[in-house]
């Protein structure tokens, strides 16, 4: 049971990556936008500011989405990268258009933003801001490394560049609902596939050749999910500060 447990571990670490993601990317943009609107009294100008601040991340997200429709040769139409605000309040940030093909590659075009997104997010967070030794140092209750690496990553001169970058992108590379509207019919596809498999004796087969790679791949997204995750973070505390701060220096709320 350990050695099965042990074989799914980047799963685990994975999901264990993923869900603060997804609640610390929705209150993020929440504070943020609220933040924006009590500055400007006005929704319009708020999310206007909001979508040129994350325009780095649509532009990668939608790019992503061009650039695997490509290699998978389905059509596209235009590229929208104008934010609009739909009748049921959500916020469109922008959108590819795609011609309808088959679940496997609607699957793989709506995850382009994870593969793309995530590859630049582990090239800034690796190679740029070192944010590996940093979370080494954090989970080994290394004060004292803790602190130099921190001291380091900030005064380089390119900090800050990265350090947006590194946020913006993170923030917008999670598949949206249209994204992931293929992916339970690949899913079940797929179930399906491995049970006739495991039915048929190649059970023990798929274990030893094919569990390997892919806990690898899982390890290599929850790295970046981490990162991302560790971002988020950093940016959630000013910002919720400086929101409670604007609620009481101009005695409004925002609903969020």
Known sequence: MAGLIGAFSGLWWLLVALLPL???QRR???EIISVFLLLTRRQSVALA??????FPGVLVHELSHWLMAGVLRVRTGRIWLIPELLPDGKLRLGYVETSRVDPLRDGLIGAAPLLGGGALVAFAGLTRLNLDSLWRSLVLEQGDAFFETLREIYTRPDFWLWFYLLFVISSMMLPSETDRRAWLP???FSGIL???AFLAGA???LIASLLPPVNAVFNAAAAVFGISVLVHILFLLPVFLLR???NRLTGL???Q
């Open 186 to 188: 690949v899913a079940i």
């Open 49 to 54: 500011v909001f979508s040129i601040l994350f």
């Open 203 to 205: 059970g023990s087969w």
């Open 244 to 246: 409670r701060l604007l």
């Open 28 to 30: 993020l943009h929440a």
């Open 253 to 255: 709320e925002v609903a």
């Open 194 to 196: 491995l049970g006739i």
């Open 22 to 24: 997804l609640y610390l």
